[in-house]
């Protein structure tokens, strides 16, 4: 069964960092990129960050780049999101989800995405 487990979610004041992983499963993780979105009470999922198949190639949000460092490790089959500098706006759940085609890019919108976590809010207070 393919499987992705987000972890690392947590209350942080402004200011502070919290660095999130998403534990995958089931499939040859080395094969896919992944990516990370992000749904906000009342909002619609958003794109924050995702990272290719090798780990070369990463691509963020408008609104999260510089702050946020998206990294993978193949030999752990995990994929990680380092938040920095973390904002009441960033508080949301946040997902990770597997590309539904290997060897793909960053660019990609969310249906093009196949298998998503169960989300690990993240909360950052004022």
């Known amino acids: 069964e393919v499987q992705l487990v987000e972890s690392g979610g947590g209350l942080v004041q402004a200011g502070g960092s919290l660095r999130l992983s998403c534990a995958a499963s089931?499939?040859?993780?080395?094969?896919?990129?992944i990516g990370w979105f992000r749904q906000a009470p009342g909002k619609e999922r958003a794109f924050v960050a995702a990272?290719?198949?090798?780990?070369?190639?990463?691509y963020y949000g408008s609104s999260v780049e510089g702050r946020f460092t998206i990294s993978r490790d193949n030999a752990k089959s995990t994929m990680y999101l380092q938040m920095n500098s973390l904002e009441p706006m960033d508080t949301a759940v946040y997902y990770c989800?597997?590309?539904?085609?290997?060897?793909?890019?960053?660019?990609?919108?969310?249906?093009?995405?196949?298998?998503w976590g169960q989300g690990t809010q993240v909360t950052v207070s004022s």
């Open positions: 989800a597997r590309q539904t085609r290997p060897f793909g890019g960053t660019r990609l919108g969310p249906n093009q995405y196949d298998t």
């Open positions: 089931g499939f040859t993780f080395d094969d896919y990129g």
């Open positions: 990272i290719n198949w090798s780990g070369r190639e990463a």
